[in-house]
């Protein structure tokens, strides 16, 4: 299968080169020239399924034309060695927990299956030559790519992020990694890192020079992965004999890859029936479905500090989808804004009355569902990253401690490896 550009004014491109670069020439993201949709009959077994099943059934029908079959299904079962349960909330509605991963958030899924495949690739591109890697993070995406990259062989990391926006245990996840590993302090905001990463995959003389590669979500090997939590979501839905109503899902939203691989989880026949886009302050997303104008603003930080985003990369991903019909977006998807008063205060009465302890952006989607879900529905929220990464926010909410994991408590025994920089192209470059 080959992938265009969004901006569709550049050549189509194989997986492997779409994978390798990251962002298409033309400044476009790139998509798969066509979606196939999975049969019917995996969906009535699909209850009966591992997520390392359901995993591959859906890489392959995806990538099964572009590489071996049997290598892909090793990078899946290898990406997919830990679990995603599915928790009982409040109601009809379910926490999709994303965060037991090495990492503690969604990302480790993206990040270590790109970096596997980017290994394949690579092991097998006649050009050789090392990759390097560059990434924009405002908190768990850079301790995402930096842990699944880590140690692997002919691949270089950076991770860009701007510097006193993350908390203490997001920025230690890749601080003091070493290795390949680099970590870049920007005296700046995440929309500047990003505009730092793709300004450095647009300028000629560094690409002449070296092999650059992103993995943000901008590339099509870190987002698409991403689709898998809502098969498996389904699948635990279908167990608990809850399929036979209308599923809705709920996304906290930042950059918009995860939600936008649940969009493309449900051309391929997923039965999601509607989605909400669930925002922070920075709301662009949820402006523009009030008004039809995407109109990008500098983000403001909040205590979601991971979807403090002014411009979502993933926004030209939806508009690509729906053929740039405002309508056709509304049909599909809801939004909805909250302030830092209302994720807290949600976060605490959910612990409180419910004894379930959310992080601020799962509490950010969780809000949305107790707000919009519809009788005849079963809603189901990405809870992308365990509370602990955002300690002292949480403990400050909800008068309690909350215990760090054993696999995040060891990153805070490392030292500090940074490069301090101002927010200028010329000296990333």
């Known amino acids: ?105 969604f990302k480790d899924v993206g990040a270590r299956f790109m970096a596997r495949l980017l290994g394949y690739f690579t092991r097998n591109d006649k050009s050789k030559g090392e990759v390097n890697v560059l990434v924009a993070t405002s908190g768990d995406t850079g301790s995402a790519v930096a842990n699944g990259f880590l140690g692997v062989e002919g691949v270089r990391v950076f991770v860009l992020y701007p510097e006193g926006k993350g908390s203490q245990i997001q920025d230690a996840q890749f601080t003091t990694l070493g290795q390949n590993i680099t970590a870049i302090e920007v005296n700046g905001t995440f929309d500047d890192c990003q505009r730092l990463v793709k300004s450095a995959f647009l300028d000629e003389e560094l690409n002449a020079k070296m092999k650059l590669s992103s993995a943000n979500s901008i590339n099509v090997a870190r987002f698409l992965p991403q689709m898998f939590y809502y098969f498996y979501a389904y699948a635990q839905l279908q167990q608990r004999n809850q399929t036979d109503k209308d599923i809705v899902v709920a996304v906290p939203s930042g950059n918009f890859g995860n939600i936008t691989a649940a969009l493309i989880g449900k051309r391929m026949g997923l039965p999601i029936k509607r989605f909400i886009a669930a925002n922070n302050r920075n709301d662009i997303f949820y402006q523009y479905l009030l008004t039809g104008k995407y ?47 209302q994720i807290s205060e949600t976060l605490a009465r959910t612990y409180k009355e419910q004894g379930y302890l959310l992080d601020p952006h799962g509490a950010v989607a969780y809000r949305a569902l107790m707000e919009q879900l519809k009788p005849g ?38 030292e500090k490896q940074t490069v301090n920089m101002p927010s200028g192209f010329t000296w990333v470059k």
Not at 395 to 414: N, W, Y
């Open 1 to 105: 299968m080959e992938y265009y550009s969004t901006n569709h004014s550049t050549r189509n491109v194989s997986l492997c080169e779409a994978v390798v670069k990251g962002l298409a020439a033309d400044r476009g993201l790139f998509m798969p020239e066509r979606i196939p949709s999975l049969p019917n009959a995996f969906f009535k077994n699909i209850g009966n399924l591992s997520l390392q099943e359901i995993s591959y059934a859906v890489a392959n029908t995806l990538f099964g034309e572009d590489m071996d079959s049997s290598e892909l299904k090793n990078i899946v079962y290898d990406t997919l060695n830990f679990e995603i349960p599915l928790v009982h909330v409040n109601g009809d509605i379910y926490s999709l927990e994303l965060f037991h991963g090495p990492t503690a958030a």
């Open 377 to 414: 529905e079963a809603g189901v929220f990405a809870e992308t990253a365990h509370p602990a990464k955002f300690k002292s926010t949480v403990e400050s909410i909800i008068g309690d401690t909350v215990a760090v994991p054993e696999r995040l408590e060891k990153f805070m025994q490392g």
């Open 295 to 341: 109109e990008p603003k500098p983000s403001i930080a909040t205590i979601a500090n991971a979807m403090d985003v002014g411009d979502p990369s993933n926004f030209a991903r939806v508009l690509d989808l729906y053929g740039h019909s405002h309508k056709r977006i509304c049909q599909e998807i809801s939004g909805c804004t909250y302030t830092d008063e």
